[in-house]
């Protein structure tokens, strides 16, 4: 019983770095592995990444005039960002890897739940009304892979290839929104609508289910 | 008179919503003709319509710092933009449109006028000098289309095509910093520019003006 | 000796105004080579003009949370942008100039010294921790090349074409930082890192540096 209650306190305490952690950790695979692709310099591995990475959440405070940024708070990630991309040029190199479209896409999967539940949650926690604030969980999760696309020079994945992706995000914050209306505790709003979002997303990479588009 | 009186009464109070309306209107329609003739998915639809109708106030926005956003404000637009191109693909999809890029100019027209005019008064009121005024009252009659044509992978029609456009918006803009200099009420400056503007525009399309660029 | 007093004295008044000027000035005509070599219309050119002079700084200030933009307060620039395009459409577009890619990169390297100084120095006094300080002096110095690339639709060369710009962007910032630690005067932190910049710069031009990148 105890142990319940210290381990919720825990939670409460680091849950949010952990959970935040996990989703930079899992769009900067997903942008270093696009840049791999695209055969950028270190330079340009180094940018798409960040851009994957910090893109979204960056957007979004400027949209809600949020300072700091995360990555000003937290600098040390940008170390670690410049890391990862060195030591992966060093060790990939010189090895053929097969990266198709498709690796890209379950640490990616990772991040847009995540993403849609903090984003959601922050825009939440500023005052703005529950639509709005799945719109900006939806930016701080897509916004991250579109500025990767328009860098490298693509139109956006995410409005062009029928996949239901920004529709996830924006179906998945709702539950942010009501689990704050049913006055849950935050990082249980936050876990619930990550996992969830990160379900669907699966679900319709498995499936190969299609938003309706214009016919060809 | 008393009539007039309560005329120019009732303009002052409703019109600025009309006249905003009107323009994201005009705006939103050359966007998801666009998107349509992208053969865009209903995400990818929502995401340009949205940006041609809301990207160039928001840029102006986030340029001035004013906060809140027109469509944070009103949030009921984000559900107008997503019915208007859910009921569009359902509708246009099983039937032959020929939407020709000639098609999408006509609204396009009058949300120029219209655009050019809002933000050019948002920045005189916000104490910018009467230049940078009609440079914002430009961006935010331009950078909507601008961002439009990024986003669907193309160079953007306002900065390549030869066409008076951004000329326009430029030229326009200076009748509200005239109108306001003589002491026009707050309307009045906005239609006359906005009238002029779009008359402007149309003249350009109509005779095929030009302007000058480098010899092929 | 009196001599050296009024010298110091008329730079550190002065000095940061004609930094600055050159700057813009060295980047405005790299954008104008742009401009011209894609054949750009009047609008394009201008558009693409001060995105290269004003990109880097506008993108840092926003990130800043800074107002009034550089811009905005030394507003005589944009009749100066305008003025200057005006110009060379009239007097370059009657004769044979080979506009090379190699032409723009000299002015593009002495903007690039120029603003990688002032870019850290003003995140410094902003209070951000060093590490960022740089890499705003970074963003400051290369997004207004990206911007311009992505605006005439190609990947941004300081992304993908494996010379060390950006590199030495972020290097030569740290000069910044630590001239702020050992106290040195402003201007001269500012002078020592934008020299060595930009002859960190010509050398890689010169010797051809190769920045790694993935096996092709």
New interface residues.
Partial sequence: MQNTQATIEWWAANGSIIFESLGILAFALSGLIEA?R???????MT??TSLAAFGGG?LRD??L?R?P?Y??QN?AW??IIIGLCAVS?VF???RHLDLTERAMQWPDAIGLGIFTASGTQIALMAN??P??AV?MGTITAIFGG?ARD???????K?????E????IAFTGGWIVVIGNALGWASFASLWVCALVTIAMRLATMIFRW???????
């Fill in positions: 791999a695209k055969k950028l310099d270190l330079v340009g940018m798409v960056t400027i949209l005039d300072r940024f990555w000003v600098f940008i170390y040029l990939v190199r010189n703005m009304p639509v709005v719109i579109v328009i860098v490298v020079n693509e139109i956006p995410a409005f062009i290839n029928q239901p992706y920004a529709v299609r938003v309706p588009a214009w016919r060809v």
